[in-house]
């Protein structure tokens, strides 16, 4: 069963940036719609952004319109997380999972499966 494992998180200044990407580990990411969602201390788990097996159709959460971008690379069964304009509140763990295709792209938590272990971004002001 395909696993994703993220990477890229770290430590940055407010109005910084992070590539954090989210690889496929035993299986592929085939017909999977791709998302990344955060979870802050004592928070529950939000959505952030989501992107479609052709890369043709992404979606993102308010929160973060217009300051991060997710893209992925098939040949690599790797999706991205450009963030940029990093704010204090962006502070969280990310993680990544995978929805069918057939589901439509979408923000519920609860239609996504097979989670990675997550990374740490902490944004410092």
């Known amino acids: 069963q395909v696993q994703p494992v993220e990477s890229g998180g770290g430590l940055v200044q407010v109005g910084g940036s992070l590539r954090l990407s989210c690889a496929a580990s035993?299986?592929?990411?085939?017909?999977?719609?791709v998302g990344w969602f955060r979870q802050a201390p004592g928070k529950s788990r939000e959505f952030v952004a989501a992107?479609?097996?052709?890369?043709?159709?992404?979606t993102y959460a308010d929160s973060v319109k217009g300051r991060f971008t997710i893209t992925r690379d098939n040949a690599k069964d790797t999706v991205y997380l450009y963030m940029n304009n990093l704010k204090s509140e962006d502070t969280a763990v990310y993680s990544c999972?995978?929805?069918?295709?057939?589901?439509?792209?979408?923000?519920?938590?609860?239609?996504?499966?097979?989670w990675g272990q997550g990374t740490q971004v902490t944004v410092s002001s």
């Open positions: 999972a995978l929805t069918p295709s057939w589901k439509g792209i979408q923000g519920d938590v609860n239609e996504y499966r097979n």
């Open positions: 035993g299986g592929t990411f085939a017909r999977h719609i």
């Open positions: 992107i479609s097996w052709g890369a043709d159709t992404t």
